[in-house]
């Protein structure tokens, strides 16, 4: 089946650490997301790529890095330099051609113990 | 980074009543989306909408895209209790990046 995968579902990470969240799709999209969630809070965007090997700061990307050396895979690392990471996350993407129109992945909670 | 003003921030109703939420902006915008959002998942993509005073359904969900440009609307009809979640509102003007409200949470009692 076609569609956004994020692992894991839940992470968790000591205080001071480095974190890979993963996000594949399958949907042959160009652009993907990644947006941070707070309780009772909309999203916000970290970062955003619409091509390989090519990405865009968003609204709150400091603390945060991602990679996009394949057209399917657009990583986020939680450096330590976050100092509140302890959040829900979302990956998301679009058709080249229907960029507004997202698809979002189950997400990935990370709570830094 | 800016954020749309949805209201109401929560609603709780009876089962069989109808819905109706709304989204505003100080800008204009060329599209209108609605999100569902089930606890712990992501968000589910309900009504697109890309042309000032359009109107479109699905299901018992209706949306429409406000004449002004500034604004949008989402109504739920005869509600059932799986209706329970956060309802999103998200906008775009000609960016491939969206500007999200932040959220309606429904609940439904039987």
């Known amino acids: 089946d076609g569609g956004i995968t994020q692992s894991p579902k839940y992470l968790f990470r000591k205080e001071g650490q480095n974190v890979t969240l993963s996000c594949e799709q399958n949907?042959?999209?160009?652009?993907m997301y990644w947006y941070r969630q707070d309780p009772g809070q909309g999203l916000r965007l970290i970062y955003y790529?619409?091509?390989?090997?090519?990405?865009q700061k968003g609204d709150i990307a400091e603390g945060y890095s991602v990679s996009r050396e394949k057209k399917e895979s657009f990583p986020l690392t939680v450096t330590s330099a976050q100092k509140n990471p302890t959040a829900f996350y979302l990956c998301?993407?679009?058709?080249?051609?229907?960029?507004?129109?997202?698809?979002f992945g189950p997400g990935t909670r990370l709570l830094v113990l | 980074g800016q954020q749309l003003n949805q209201s109401p921030q929560s609603m709780f109703i009876q089962e069989g009543e109808d819905v109706s939420m709304n989204c505003t902006s100080s800008?204009?915008?060329?599209?209108w989306l609605w999100y569902k959002q089930d606890p712990g998942e992501g968000p589910v993509l309900l009504i697109a909408l890309y042309k000032a005073g359009e109107l479109t359904s699905n299901g018992r969900l209706t949306a429409q895209f406000g004449i002004t440009r500034k604004d949008s609307f989402l109504n739920i009809s005869a509600s059932i209790p799986s209706d329970v979640g956060i309802y999103f509102c998200a906008g775009a003007y000609n960016t491939d990046k969206l500007i999200f409200g932040t959220g309606t949470r429904l609940q439904v009692f039987p």
């Open positions: 998301a993407s679009t058709l080249a051609g229907d960029q507004e129109t997202q698809y």
């Open positions: 790529s619409q091509i390989v090997n090519d990405f």
């Open positions: 800008s204009i915008f060329n599209t």
């Open positions: 949907l042959n999209h160009d652009a």
